[in-house]
């Protein structure tokens, strides 16, 4: 890591939208592509939710980080693209299932999702099953479920099933996470990413759009 | 000849891991507590108990005579009266009476405690009057303490259930003032509820209340159970109360809500009891979660490290949360026998923790 890419990246951990900038304008001057400052970023965004995991930072700083991501993003838009926006890395439904009203852990994997750059439709806790194929339907390449109880866990392997019926499986990586769920279970109903935090969510997620 | 282990899975899978490898999990796993809550590492000595445990092939594991801790609970009689989904572990037929004198008569504990099946302050609190009514016909047909618990689940409080916006949902939207005060006008709400449902089973003469899954909604929860703790110590200086927390550190949702001077947001179960203590519990449910991707030796390891520092450092008993995906305990809906007695006795041997 050169001294360029080191400040953006303590800048970032730091969670202070001002010095996220500063580093930003710094490595934008000294000829830094505007790709590997984004990158940069990205990675250390993915150290801010491990510090947010294990509670060396809090919810605040990491919006922070984010805010200062999203500013970074509008100095260097328009030197990526003509018109100077930039794709998300993807469209993610999010909710926590029908009959399952625990979503504080599905909201934070949202908050990290949209920070690493993916746009998200949340749509909260107790959420019909068929809202999350209409998302899918309506162009969601991504859709994350969450469940904290045994007896509402099941609903994910009905989404999947809902998919298949709809065929429209291929159209969504679907996500799935919270205290009952397990790789196996992932593995056992056909999801494809099965998150143990909410920061190992959001990597496995990158990395399939990587 | 490789010599391997029959063992498990964080999540409940059985596998098969040579001495070697066991070893090697229980290093990782306690370098992770070490890591995480910032806690002093275990001895060789320790390590190697752990690694005899786990190695140990009998069925069924427990400690020495002699070592036995008390046993409370949480979450009253559901596991028996309520559907546990697939399971199929749970007994609709039985009610909540014969459920609490199962745990007392067959089980042997030595706590238990009266919980409605909406197990969380806020719907309780519009049935306490009921409640109070059967705590006094069901305290009248048991011997040990039986007190009253239930969550206090500041999630509730948040719309769509509660008349407060979302403050997760506001930090998204990156109004994070807005999502602090939100926070903080639901804790206060949530001291209120408290307040009155401790109030009235003061009446009917209840022994205590557990305040159970504590901190499950943030630092915000934490302020107002340990406010409301306070509060009810204040009313009933001998009330029996326990505080068993809902994961091993406290999310910082708000950030900077703070009890006692301190910042309760990334607070491990060591610093946990502290405020706890301070606020007037008399027990402390502390909780280590369970990493499914990881075998029990990793697990039981980092429950062990971290909850050991937590026993050195509090003055109240330490009971440790030992069940589905806590404490060293698989994610299962019925946790393994050849899991949970080692789990106790590595909790009890390696972290003296004084009861389960």
């Known amino acids: 890591m050169d001294a360029n890419e080191k400040a953006l990246y303590d800048a970032m951990v730091a969670c202070k939208v001002p010095g996220i900038i500063d580093a930003v304008n710094a490595a934008d001057a000294a000829g830094m592509a505007p790709t590997a400052i984004i990158d940069t970023m990205a990675g250390a965004m993915s150290e801010v939710g491990v510090l947010f995991e294990r509670g060396r930072i809090f919810l605040p700083h990491v919006l922070s980080a984010a805010a200062g991501m999203n500013k970074a993003m509008e100095i260097l838009g328009p030197k990526l693209s003509k018109d100077g926006s930039v794709a998300a890395r993807g469209l993610v439904v999010m909710g926590t299932v029908e009959g399952d009203v625990h979503d504080i852990g599905k909201s934070i994997c949202s908050t990290m999702l949209q920070c690493a750059g993916f746009e998200i439709h949340d749509l909260g806790r107790d959420v019909p099953l068929g809202k999350f194929i209409e998302e899918v339907k309506g162009g969601c390449n991504f859709c994350g479920m969450s469940a904290l109880m045994t007896t509402t866990m099941t609903g994910m392997k009905t989404v999947i099933e809902m998919m298949k019926t709809e065929g429209i499986r291929d159209k969504a990586k679907v996500m799935i996470g919270g205290a009952p769920v397990t790789q196996a279970y992932c593995d056992k109903i056909g999801a494809d990413i099965y998150g143990e935090s909410a920061s190992e969510t959001t990597e496995k997620a990158k990395a399939v759009t990587e | ?356």
């Open chain 2, 1 to 356: 000849m490789v010599v391997d282990y029959v063992t498990r899975m964080g999540d409940g899978r059985r596998v098969r891991l040579t001495k070697e490898q066991i070893m090697s999990d229980i290093v990782a796993g306690m370098s992770d507590g070490v890591d995480a809550a910032c806690v002093p590492e275990l001895s060789q000595d320790e390590l190697d108990h752990i690694c005899e445990v786990v190695c140990d092939q009998s069925k069924i594991t427990s400690i020495e005579a002699g070592k036995e801790v008390v046993l409370s609970k949480d979450a009253g009689a559901i596991k028996f009266n309520q559907d546990n989904g697939g399971s199929g572990n749970a007994m609709p037929c039985m009610g909540r009476l014969e459920g609490i004198l199962v745990y007392e008569r067959a089980f042997g504990f030595d706590s238990m405690e009266l919980a409605w099946m909406d197990y969380s302050v806020k719907p309780v609190k519009s049935i306490i009057n009921c409640e109070t009514a059967n705590y006094e016909q069901m305290a009248l047909m048991t011997t040990i303490p039986l007190i009253m618990g239930a969550m206090p689940n500041l999630g509730l409080y948040y719309a769509p259930d509660g008349p407060h916006p979302n403050p997760t949902d506001l930090m998204r939207e990156f109004k994070i003032e807005e999502s602090m005060a939100s926070s903080e006008a639901a804790a206060e709400q949530l001291i209120k509820d408290i307040h009155y449902t401790c109030q009235e089973i003061e009446k009917v003469g209840c022994e205590g209340y557990n305040f159970d899954t504590v901190a499950s909604a943030g630092d915000a929860e934490f302020y107002a159970t340990l406010k409301g703790i306070e509060d009810y110590r204040k009313m009933n200086p001998n009330a029996y109360i326990e505080c068993g927390m809902s994961a091993e550190n406290v999310l910082g949702i708000h950030g900077q809500m703070e009890y006692d001077g301190k910042i309760l947001g990334g607070m491990y179960p060591h610093e946990q009891v502290k405020v706890v203590e301070k606020a007037g519990a008399n027990i402390f449910g502390a909780v280590v979660n369970t990493n499914t991707s990881k075998s029990f030796a990793w697990n039981v390891a980092r429950s062990a490290v971290i909850t050991k520092e937590c026993v050195k450092t509090a003055k109240i008993p330490v009971h440790a949360n030992m069940g589905m995906g806590v404490g060293g305990i698989p994610m299962c809906e019925l946790p393994p026998v050849d899991i949970t007695g080692r789990a106790a006795k590595i909790l009890i041997d390696i972290a003296n923790i004084d009861g389960i």
